[in-house]
Structures are given as structure tokens and as C-alpha cells.
T-cell receptor, first 115, second 110 residues
């Protein structure tokens, strides 16, 4: 049973550049979530998908943030025109709807540094 | 308030029991979770409890839930140095998304 994978693990970029992160969920999981974690804080929910449908995106931090899951498998999170305040760990998680507990299983995260 | 609250730091000696506490806010929360995060890593699910349960035990871990007071605790028996990490409490409110506390750093000394 492979876990959730994320790529890249680290990204350093200059302010104003666009970045894209990828998440591959656990294969049988139909729900996929993006969270952001800043230093000293717990993860903060951003958006989630059930299959290819994005069911909640109001918590995305600004219109510079967007996410897709075109075929209901992997997902990408894009941040346009990055700002220094975007520096954080971006975590992806997946779950299987209807399973007892429906726990979110997390990937290792992508650490973004905006210079 | 809106926040899930946890004490920030706990220090114990190896072999002792650790108890990490959490106060959550939403009485309609269905499941409550404990996650462990080691430095630079993602979150590892430790255990969860359904909101109509009072207690759940899983090897060295015991979760106690007081729904009236919205209080959740995680007890780690025979704490080891490898248990040193940040522990997050989370509740599910609506959808299937989780709301996390700020985490409790557990330091286990030999």
C-alpha cells in the first residue's frame, strides 16, 4: 500500500514567479485535500476534491491559488505571482469516502520558500 | 471560539506516561483525530475516535473523550525517546475536512 506522494519536496522560487505542486493520493482514495502549514501552526485547510469535482474552494487563500484534479487521480496546486508570505509547507492528504473514521492520510509535503 | 486548543509543550522522562490534552469546539464533530509530526515530515495518523465513544485503546495509546466538556486526551504509555514529536489534535467539522490545533511538542528525555 503506497502512501500519498508529493512532488517536489522542496521548492525555492523568487517573488513573482509561478509554482505548481503535484500530489498523488493513495490509489483507491476518492477524496483529496490540500492544506497549508506555517511554522508553529497546525495544518490549515485550503480545498478538497471528490473524484474530479472540487467541492470546496472558498478557503483558498487568494485568487492566486488554484487547484485541479482533472481525471480524479493526481492533483496539482498552483500559486501564481508568489509572495514571501506564501512560504510554507503545502500538504496533500487523501481519504476514502464512507470508510470508518474516514481519516485523512497525509503526504510528506512540499516546502515552499519564496525569496 | 473557533479554535482547537492544545497546550504547547510537554516534557517527560523515558518510561513515564505522557498525557496530551485538547479542547475542541464543535459539538457536532463526528470524529476526532490524533496525528504525530516529526521534524520536516508530514503528519502520521495515530488514532481516531468516534464522537459517541468515551475511550479507545490501541497498544500504547489511549484516547479519552469527554463530549460534555469537549475535551480530548491522548495518553502514551511507557513513553520512548522516539515518541518525541509534535502531536496534533483535529476535529472533523462538515465536509470531510479537518480543523487542527497548533500542536503539542512532546520532548522525551532519557
Amino acid at each position: 500500500d503506497t502512501g500519498v506522494s508529493q512532488d517536489p519536496r522542496h521548492k525555492i522560487t523568487k517573488r513573482g514567479q509561478n509554482v505548481t505542486f503535484r500530489c498523488d493520493p493513495i490509489s483507491e482514495h476518492n477524496r483529496l485535500y490540500w492544506y497549508r502549514q506555517t511554522l508553529g501552526q497546525g495544518p490549515e485547510f485550503l480545498t478538497y476534491f471528490q473524484n474530479e469535482a472540487q467541492l470546496e474552494k472558498s478557503r483558498l487563500l487568494s485568487d492566486r491559488f488554484s487547484a485541479e484534479r482533472p481525471k480524479g487521480s493526481f492533483s496539482t496546486l498552483e500559486i501564481q505571482r508568489t509572495e514571501q508570505g506564501d512560504s510554507a509547507m503545502y500538504l496533500c492528504a487523501s481519504s476514502l469516502a464512507g470508510r470508518a473514521g474516514e481519516s485523512n492520510f497525509f503526504g510528506p509535503g512540499t516546502r515552499l520558500t519564496v525569496l | 471560539g473557533e479554535d482547537v486548543e492544545q497546550s504547547l509543550f510537554l516534557s517527560v522522562r523515558e518510561g513515564d506516561s505522557s498525557v496530551i490534552n485538547c479542547t475542541y469546539t464543535d459539538s457536532s464533530s463526528t470524529y476526532l483525530y490524533w496525528y504525530k509530526q516529526e521534524p520536516g515530515a508530514g503528519l502520521q495518523l495515530l488514532t481516531y475516535i468516534f464522537s459517541n465513544m468515551d475511550m479507545k485503546q490501541d497498544q500504547r495509546l489511549t484516547v479519552l473523550l469527554n463530549k460534555k466538556d469537549k475535551h480530548l486526551s491522548l495518553r502514551i504509555a511507557d513513553t520512548q525517546t522516539g515518541d518525541s514529536a509534535i502531536y496534533f489534535c483535529a476535529e472533523r467539522r462538515g465536509y470531510s475536512t479537518l480543523t487542527f490545533g497548533k500542536g503539542t511538542m512532546l520532548l522525551v528525555s532519557p
